[in-house]
């Protein structure tokens, strides 16, 4: 059981630094042109072409033999 939550809070902590990582933040939050709706609209478009490294990232952590 203590594997289990290892590896389940190891999927989660890749996909929060992923998703952190991807964010084009400094860019999007120092220019006053950007505005709201602007903002949240590419955080959604981040946020779904995510999914499939995050995906990946969950597979190859749980069957890291599918890697070679």
């Known amino acids: 059981m203590k594997d289990r939550?290892?590896?389940?809070?190891?999927i989660i902590l890749l996909g929060i630094i992923w998703i952190i990582i991807s964010l084009p933040l400094p860019w999007i939050v120092n220019n006053p042109q950007v505005s709201e709706s602007q903002f949240n609209i590419i955080l959604g478009i981040i946020?779904?072409?995510?999914?499939?490294?995050?995906?990946?990232?969950v597979a190859w952590t749980l069957k890291p033999e599918l890697t070679t």
């Open 47 to 57: 946020g779904i072409m995510s999914i499939p490294f995050i995906v990946l990232g």
């Open 5 to 10: 939550k290892s590896k389940a809070k190891l």
